[in-house]
Nanobody, 127 residues
Framework: QVQLVESGGGAVQTGGSLKLSCVASGISTSAYCMAWFRQRPGQEREAVAGTDVRGPRTYGTTYTDSVKGRFTVTRVNRDTLTLQMNNLNPEDTGMYYC??????????????????WGQGTQVTVTS
């Protein structure tokens, strides 16, 4: 059973930065992709950034438009995913979730496409 644990959330002012981390256990092969989703207040859970497995220790990245140029997702190794978030604004406030699925591709689509989820870490950006 895959388990995911996020850390690194917190409260920052507009323009600030945070780095989220996700550590997975139970991933037995490299053929699991990992991604970040978020759920903003009153909204549905949405994809933020994903990493695709393209080869041994080689990963591609994709981003939703609203975070391009500000967020950087990194698959550090088979078990660790990070999300560097810069130039944060209040619209980035929400619960951020790490997710994984037994596939090499992590498209930025519905959360129902993903098998495993962490408990989430809260990000709050104040103006």
């Amino acid at each position: 059973q895959v388990q995911l644990v996020e850390s690194g959330g917190g409260a920052v002012q507009t323009g600030g930065s945070l780095k989220l981390s996700c550590v997975a256990s139970g991933i037995s092969t490299s053929a699991y992709c990992m991604a970040w989703f978020r759920q903003r207040p009153g909204q549905e859970r949405e994809a933020v950034a994903g990493t695709d497995v393209r080869g041994p220790r080689t990963y591609g990245t994709t981003y939703t438009d609203s975070v391009k140029g500000r967020f950087t997702v990194t698959r550090v190794n088979r078990d660790t995913l990070t999300l560097q978030m810069n130039n944060l604004n209040p619209e980035d406030t929400g619960m951020y979730y790490c997710t994984a699925r037994a596939d090499k591709s992590c498209p930025l689509v519905s959360p129902s496409s993903y098998n495993f989820w962490g408990q989430g870490t809260q990000v709050t950006v104040t103006s």
